[in-house]
């Protein structure tokens, strides 16, 4: 239990990027490389894709989030762009604010602040975008090495949370893997 309240709310914050990255809204030129490929037929200048695709949510939505073992909790979108995002949520005994920022094509800055323990943690990491699934990769050695965003749809969406060695006796996984599901109140 011990082992799980204290790194639940990493996974968490890293979970939260990621969909509100999906909620941000396209503006032109602000595509990351994982859409480019999905429009490489020459057609003329198009606007670039959000960091991650978010269906149906806006600034202000109250969220509710499942997580491993049972634990839920409830969140808030605090801002959502094409290039950033920044969400709070709380859920077993974390309480968590993550943002993200677009650097450029291929790059995005992660922050992630723990309320409760007064600690903030900052990353920069690439992305790739294809299709729908947008996978964030902060490189081995970091608190979390990777998030991936999937299965949206209008008001839902889920991340997948890689950390080695701290999530692998909650999750039951080797890798340290955690799936979290945030929706639309």
């Known amino acids: 239990m011990k082992f799980q309240s204290r790194f639940l709310p990493l996974v968490l914050g890293g979970l939260f990027l990621l969909p509100a990255c999906q909620q941000a809204r396209p503006l032109p030129n602000m595509s990351p490389a994982s859409q480019l490929s999905r429009f490489s037929m020459p057609t003329?200048?198009?606007?670039p894709a959000d960091l991650v695709e978010a269906p149906g949510f806006q600034v202000g939505d109250n969220l509710s989030v499942k997580g491993p073992l049972f634990t839920s909790g409830q969140g808030k979108v605090h801002a959502l762009s094409a290039d950033a995002f920044k969400i709070e949520f709380s859920i077993a005994s974390y309480h968590l604010i993550v943002s993200a920022e677009r650097i450029n094509a291929t790059q995005a800055k992660f922050v992630t602040v723990d309320v409760k323990?007064?600690?903030t943690v900052e990353?920069?990491?690439?992305?790739?975008r294809s299709g729908n699934v947008t996978v964030f990769d902060m490189g081995k050695g970091s608190e979390v090495?990777?998030?991936?965003?999937?299965?949206?749809r209008a008001g839902y969406?889920?991340?997948?949370?890689?950390?080695?060695?701290?999530?692998s006796m909650l999750s039951g996984d080797a890798r340290g893997t955690v799936n979290l599901k945030f929706s639309k109140k």
Do not use: C, H, S
């Open 123 to 128: 990353a920069i990491g690439t992305y790739v």
């Open 157 to 167: 969406f889920e991340t997948d949370v890689v950390q080695p060695g701290k999530l």
């Open 145 to 152: 090495e990777k998030l991936t965003v999937k299965n949206q």
């Open 44 to 47: 003329g200048q198009r606007a």
């Open 117 to 119: 323990q007064n600690r």
